[in-house]
């Protein structure tokens, strides 16, 4: 499985592509600061081939915990073995729990950068001044509480953000800023996160590796598509697991109609509600079936494997697409989407394949997609469909602690369209 990433051609792309096309609405009204007219060279003052400082902001650095597979590829090359990597350098540090096999201080010893005390030394290196260009924040693993309702775990996305936010508002200087995964457990941080992010200028870019990762067969569904139904296949912990299941769908679905409208209710159905809701034809069970026919270990659909982890997403849609996302635990080992268009007989089929050992492929795409919004102080794909995600995985979350009951979704009139993606890998 290659990842070679061709740096050039990303940023020529990017820069014939612009952001994210966006209609008129309240979430996509474009930012207009002169000071994101700046590129992040000027700004820092680096020459052309320069790489440029970012500070990374984790809650733990261990083997192989996201830290790791994305710190650790500014580090040392995409393939972390040396090789080819982003035009990124590691300027400091800062680590919010040191367990045992914390690697921090190695690695700060060898690769010379600063081990920072607090978000702002990270950000200024001790100094009055912003000295990073960019801002990642990779709060995910660690040993932080669950709410006690839902059982969502209280990762410190939003504190992170703020403190990030707190020394931009001294420096009187910004970065861009990546939030690894969803914006946070609860939907009225992400909204802080996102409408700070506006109000200050800088770009915000957040979400999981799925939707960047190898496409087997390369495909997304044709623009101004209709869709008339849609199952996305996933596994694992229904937060942490069934967010990337999320994300994988909707940056298929975002491609469909006239552009993304929001969501206005979701639920879970859970145990025997499961097969209650195929016998009701609430899901369809052909997609169910093309999905794990996808896989590379296909199965078939016996809904009797499904084990007590399992819960099956629905998201009702502001323009009438219900949608599924099958967190079939027992059946199901990949993230699949799968859906039947208007006028197609058969299904469209995509497999999200992600890299099972070191490097973790995959995560080299996202830090791909990281490096080319420092660069360019643009967000080369729309937090809107994080913001989206996130605010229907903290709903579901509780519906699934209240019995699988329908909640709406109001807060989800989000409206966006993303362009093409000129990085994107398509499956090659």
């Given at each position: 499985?290659?990842?070679?990433?061709?740096?050039?051609?990303?940023?020529?792309?990017?820069?014939?592509?612009?952001?994210?096309?966006?209609?008129?609405?309240?979430?996509?009204?474009?930012?207009?600061?002169?000071?994101?007219?700046?590129?992040?060279?000027?700004?820092?003052?680096?020459?052309?081939?320069?790489?440029?400082?970012?500070?990374?902001?984790?809650t733990?650095y261990?083997?192989?915990?996201?830290?790791?597979?994305?710190?650790?590829?500014?580090?040392q090359g995409?393939?972390?073995?040396?090789?080819?990597?982003?035009?990124?350098?590691?300027?400091?540090?800062?680590?919010?729990?040191?367990?045992?096999?914390?690697?921090?201080?190695?690695?700060a010893?060898?690769?010379?950068?600063?081990?920072?005390?607090?978000?702002?030394?990270?950000?200024?290196?001790?100094?009055?001044?912003?000295?990073?260009?960019?801002?990642?924040?990779?709060?995910?693993?660690?040993?932080?509480?669950?709410?006690?309702?839902?059982?969502?775990?209280?990762?410190?996305?939003?504190?992170?953000?703020?403190?990030?936010?707190?020394?931009?508002?001294?420096?009187?200087?910004?970065?861009p800023?990546?939030?690894?995964?969803?914006?946070?457990?609860?939907?009225?941080?992400?909204?802080?996160?996102?409408?700070?992010?506006?109000?200050?200028?800088?770009?915000?870019?957040?979400?999981?590796?799925?939707?960047?990762?190898?496409?087997?067969?390369?495909?997304?569904?044709?623009?101004?598509?209709?869709?008339?139904?849609?199952?996305?296949?996933?596994?694992?912990?229904?937060?942490?697991?069934?967010?990337?299941?999320?994300?994988?769908?909707?940056?298929?679905?975002?491609?469909?109609?006239?552009?993304?409208?929001?969501v206005?209710?979701?639920?879970?159905?859970?145990?025997?509600?499961?097969?209650?809701?195929?016998?009701?034809?609430?899901?369809?069970?052909?997609l169910f079936?093309?999905?794990?026919?996808?896989?590379?270990?296909?199965?078939?659909?016996?809904?009797?494997?499904?084990?007590?982890?399992?819960?099956?997403?629905?998201?009702?849609?502001?323009?009438?697409?219900?949608?599924?996302?099958?967190?079939?635990?027992?059946?199901?080992?990949?993230?699949?989407?799968?859906?039947?268009?208007?006028?197609?007989?058969?299904?469209?089929?995509?497999?999200?394949?992600?890299?099972?050992?070191?490097?973790?492929?995959h995560?080299?795409?996202?830090?791909?997609?990281?490096?080319?919004?420092v660069?360019?102080?643009?967000?080369?794909?729309?937090?809107?469909?994080?913001?989206?995600?996130?605010?229907?995985?903290?709903?579901?979350?509780?519906?699934?602690?209240?019995?699988?009951?329908?909640?709406?979704?109001?807060?989800?009139?989000?409206?966006?369209?993303?362009?093409?993606?000129?990085?994107?890998?398509?499956?090659?």
């Amino acid at each position: 499985m290659s990842i070679h990433l061709h740096r050039r051609e990303l940023l020529n792309g990017l820069a014939c592509a612009g952001v994210c096309g966006a209609v008129p609405g309240y979430w996509t009204d474009p930012i207009d600061v002169a000071e994101s007219d700046c590129s992040s060279r000027e700004r820092a003052g680096q020459g052309a081939d320069d790489p440029l400082p970012v500070a990374a902001l984790v809650t733990e650095y261990r083997e192989n915990t996201h830290a790791d597979v994305i710190v650790g590829k500014i580090l040392q090359g995409f393939d972390q073995q040396g090789g080819a990597g982003p035009a990124l350098r590691l300027a400091s540090l800062y680590v919010d729990q040191r367990p045992a096999g914390d690697l921090s201080t190695k690695l700060a010893e060898k690769f010379g950068f600063r081990l920072a005390g607090s978000i702002d030394e990270a950000l200024t290196l001790g100094s009055d001044r912003l000295q990073v260009a960019g801002v990642l924040s990779i709060a995910e693993h660690g040993s932080y509480p669950a709410t006690p309702d839902t059982g969502q775990v209280t990762y410190p996305r939003r504190r992170f953000f703020d403190e990030a936010v707190r020394t931009f508002r001294r420096t009187g200087s910004t970065a861009p800023v990546f939030n690894d995964k969803h914006l946070s457990y609860r939907w009225h941080d992400a909204l802080h996160m996102v409408t700070t992010a506006r109000e200050l200028g800088f770009p915000l870019m957040a979400g999981s590796s799925v939707p960047v990762t190898w496409r087997r067969p390369a495909r997304e569904l044709p623009r101004g598509c209709e869709v008339e139904s849609v199952l996305m296949l996933g596994y694992g912990g229904l937060e942490a697991y069934g967010f990337h299941a999320l994300e994988g769908m909707q940056c298929m679905l975002e491609r469909r109609g006239s552009g993304e409208t929001g969501v206005h209710a979701v639920r879970a159905l859970l145990g025997k509600q499961i097969v209650r809701g195929l016998q009701r034809g609430e899901w369809s069970r052909g997609l169910f079936e093309a999905a794990l026919q996808a896989m590379p270990r296909a199965v078939a659909p016996d809904l009797t494997r499904l084990n007590d982890s399992a819960a099956f997403f629905q998201l009702a849609y502001r323009d009438g697409l219900v949608a599924t996302v099958a967190i079939a635990n027992g059946l199901a080992d990949q993230f699949v989407f799968a859906a039947k268009l208007r006028g197609n007989d058969q299904p469209l089929v995509v497999l999200f394949e992600l890299q099972e050992d070191k490097p973790f492929g995959h995560f080299a795409y996202l830090t791909r997609a990281i490096d080319a919004m420092v660069q360019t102080r643009k967000a080369v794909y729309p937090v809107e469909r994080t913001l989206l995600t996130t605010g229907a995985l903290d709903a579901l979350m509780h519906s699934v602690a209240t019995s699988g009951a329908w909640r709406t979704t109001p807060e989800l009139a989000i409206r966006y369209q993303a362009a093409d993606w000129p990085f994107a890998n398509r499956g090659a």
